[in-house]
């Protein structure tokens, strides 16, 4: 009989560490019957190693590693340091979509597993950007601004011709992007009734919408467009002064996915100049948006949220379960389903 694995869950404030006991423990139970029934011979492990993120991480993560040979963790630094500091780990399972707080070429030199947690929060981000579309459009948060924090009617004047919203049936609607977060916008968008146009180079097969060719195409005949690229070399800045002009007048802008896909101050200025309507942004050049920032002068036309996009109760408990899912692979010897190193 050998020793029983040790694994240590570093979970914080959004992953809870409880989420990924849970998770290891049913991925486990799930191991033992399987192997049973096929005659395996079992990897017993022992109690998982709840561990809080704080700001002083590194020494914590150390600490809690002595002897450990599985990691799992939101954001905990695995840093150079402490990989040496833990010799027995063998496996680090982020729960996020990109090891980000991993250095990998440690992680290599000190022949440490590495995998990830991609596709967790699609559907919620799907979800938020289809709710902050909708709120752009019909002016809801201005509305309930009004009446619920000021006791004042004045958003009725949200109810006459010249301010009221757009609808979702029959409008143009462009969606720059189509990996896991845009493919499910335009079905939703799609059920809306909405006319929906997608740009994306490198997707191939059938979508839902209309493939146009080019962004210019497609800037041109949306009067809303949703970001949903992946944030690279080649797309920082994507969206700026140039392509914001090729909108119609009163177009609306909606960023759920990277801020630095937008140039934020041509978007203020084509907020300010009346090119565009309205915007309604999840994520930011900086974050926390800077207090001087011109955004937060422009309340009336533009709808802000502090990077909620993939916080939902079921994306937690979704980057649980995969990362669980490929700790049972290490276990069994099995090849990782997402791993970088």
Request: charged share 20%; hydrophobic share 45%.
């Amino acid at each position: 009989m050998t020793e029983p694995i040790k694994i240590v869950a570093a979970g914080d404030h959004f992953v809870l560490p409880s989420l990924i006991t849970r998770a290891v423990e049913h991925e486990a139970e799930r191991a033992t019957v399987k192997e049973l029934k096929l005659g395996w011979p079992l990897e017993p492990f022992g109690p998982v190693a709840e561990v809080m993120e704080a700001s002083d991480a590194e020494e914590e993560l150390i600490e809690a590693l002595s002897g450990a040979e599985v990691l799992v963790t939101q954001m905990g630094p695995v840093t150079e340091r402490v990989l040496a500091a833990s010799p027995s780990l063998r496996l680090v399972v982020v729960c996020r979509g990109g090891p980000v707080n991993v250095n990998l070429e440690a992680a290599k030199a000190h022949d440490v597993r590495v995998c990830f947690t991609p596709g967790r929060n699609a559907a919620a981000t799907a979800e938020f950007t289809v709710g902050l579309l909708l709120a752009a459009l019909r002016r809801i948060p201005q509305a309930h601004h009004l009446l619920a924090g000021q006791g004042s009617w004045e958003g009725s004047t949200y109810y006459t011709y010249e301010n009221s919203g757009l609808e979702l049936e029959d409008l143009p609607v462009g969606l720059v992007g189509y990996g896991a977060v845009g493919s499910r916008v335009a079905r939703v968008l799609c059920a809306f009734g909405a006319q929906v146009m997608v740009h994306d180079p490198y997707v191939r097969g059938e979508i839902h919408g209309l493939r146009v060719a080019s962004l210019d195409e497609l800037l041109r005949r949306s009067r809303v467009i949703t970001l949903h690229a992946r944030l690279t070399e080649e797309t920082r800045g994507l969206i700026g002064a140039r392509e914001l002009a090729l909108l119609p007048p009163g177009a609306v802008v909606v960023n759920a996915a990277r801020g630095p896909l937008l140039d934020e101050e041509a978007l203020c200025d084509a907020l300010e100049s009346g090119q565009l309507s309205a915007a309604a942004l999840d994520t930011y050049a900086r974050e926390p948006v800077p207090a001087d920032s011109r955004l937060l002068g422009l309340a009336e036309r533009v709808v802000m949220t502090p990077h909620l996009g993939g916080a939902s109760r079921a994306v937690a408990e979704k980057a649980a379960r995969i990362a669980a899912e490929e700790v049972g692979r290490w276990m069994r010897g099995e090849p990782p389903a997402h791993c970088l190193t």
